[in-house]
């Protein structure tokens, strides 16, 4: 006979454990298990039923699974937060009794605690690492921009700021940036590293009130892991480049608010001395190979003999051809293209190689610097931008300058003149666009996401602008295609037969859906009556769409001719 099951001893009742056990078995604080819950990437659960899960009873209560919270058990950090409460205790105590030589020696010998080995459990690839890269650069990015206050100190944000711009020095460096979108809640980036999209947040540089109801204690927690998490891949991603790790700063750009410039990237030691190496290798290697030819000789000639004298010889009687090992001439190229990454290098990335921009003073420097040295152009800035601008305003060499002001007040023929939006068009369309309608005081055209992908049946404004386009080629060219048509020999019955054959095919097609809709259960007839329900509807707010384009279009030619 089996045994009898108690209750809360098997199925739901065991495998959820409330937040109350959780911290009776830990013997922690709810604080420090909200912290050991962000670090070790574990959240509540929501049971089937929580009536069983809470062994019968109905009050309110938060799930966790028994397994996470028995793996918590084992962490090292728990250790360091109970000697940090010791520390804490004694060092209040020394300083209530004015101990403070005591106090001294403690602050020496303070617990601190490192979340190294929870970044490697956590993410046993690198590739897992970029993956769950997005919500860790939005964070930081975030940090990075606001201003100091009672809960967020200033090492932290400086911290911060310094993980960012080796991020975005590494983004420039890799030509790794595949779109940018200017929203209402800051800059989407999206770059492409080792084949994985990573999407990430860049708030507007504007004096901010930090809400009162924000809880800091959260965030500051994430932005521990964060900040950990980050140097961990940004060593990776540099090192991996043959970049030294951390880049070397000059102080004095860095304190002119010279940003990325101030983080200059040079190639690692181990490289380098790889490389001196492979300088020495080819003469040792031409020899090895010579000796390994000679003994391949002696093989084959012995293998020969023997086979000769051997009873199998009929059957082992084919050729037998050994390659000859030679040493390519360009040997330290070919090794070199297997060490160095892969980066692309195609036209698409690099739209910009032969422009160098000029930002005026109300461009948005923070961005556009980075944006354009992703995509292969060079950038000066006005000196209240920032120190290090590699050029002046006068230079002769600038071929576009951002401005974002309603009017010019000096013009120089040799450079483009356009307002930020451009830059950012070019690299969503992968092309050049045309420059007129991005002049500065013109109105611009819609900035359009390229994170949305536009289905067949949804409206596309760009797909408009390239019908409009092809219309007035249609247009120009029409005198042409009706002298054409007059040219060819087509005679009405041949038209005639053609129409009959479609109705033909549009009736058969008919008597088909028919055929199929009679097949249908109740359940499928209802489905089916919905989706041509949507249709229908996404059809008239399509051409809704459309009816106003047209009017805007209209409105504006006639403003145009106004104007002429």
Known sequence: MAKIKSKGESGTAKNFITRNQALKKLQVTLADFRRLCIFKGIYPREPRNKKKANKGSTAPATFYYSKDIQYLLHEPIIDKIRQHKAFIRKFNRALSRQEYEVAKSLQRIKPSYTLDHIIKERYPTFLDAIRDLDDALSMLFLFSSIHVTDKVDSSVILNCERLCLEFQNYIIISKSLRKAFLSIKGIYYQAEIRGQDVTWLVPYKFSQEIPPDVDFRIMVTFLEFYQTFLGFVNFKLYNDFGLTYPPPVNISLLEGAGDILAYSLEKSRTQIENKSEENQKPKDIKKQVITLNKELDKIFAETEFSTHNSEISED??????????????????????????????????????????????????????????????????????????????????????????????????????????????????????????????????????????????????????????????????????????DLQDTSLLDNIEKTEKLEIEETKSEEVKNLAKIMLTSKQKKLYKKMIYSNLKKKEEIDKLKKKRKKLMQAKKQKSNVKV
């Open 316 to 485: 082992i009687n084919d050729d037998v051809v050994l390659d000859n090992f030679h040493m390519q001439s360009d040997s330290k190229d070919s090794l070199n293209k297997l060490i160095q990454p892969v980066t692309p290098n195609s036209e698409k990335v690099n739209i910009f190689e032969n422009f160098i921009f000029y930002l005026s003073r109300e461009a948005p420097r923070y961005s556009l610097e980075f944006v354009i040295r992703s995509f292969g152009g060079k950038v000066g800035w006005d000196p209240v931008l920032g120190d290090g601008s590699p050029f002046k305003e006068d230079d002769m060499a600038i071929t576009h300058q951002i401005y974002d002001r309603p009017s010019l007040n000096k013009r120089i023929i040799t450079r483009v003149y356009i307002q930020p939006q451009w830059v950012y068009d070019c690299i969503n369309k992968k092309k050049i666009l045309n420059t007129d309608e991005y002049a500065p005081g013109s109105l611009l055209p819609p900035h359009l996401s390229p994170f949305v992908n536009v289905n067949d049946n949804e409206y596309n404004p760009e797909m408009e602008d390239e019908d409009d386009n092809l219309d007035d080629q249609n247009s120009s060219n029409g005198i042409l295609n009706n002298h054409k048509a």
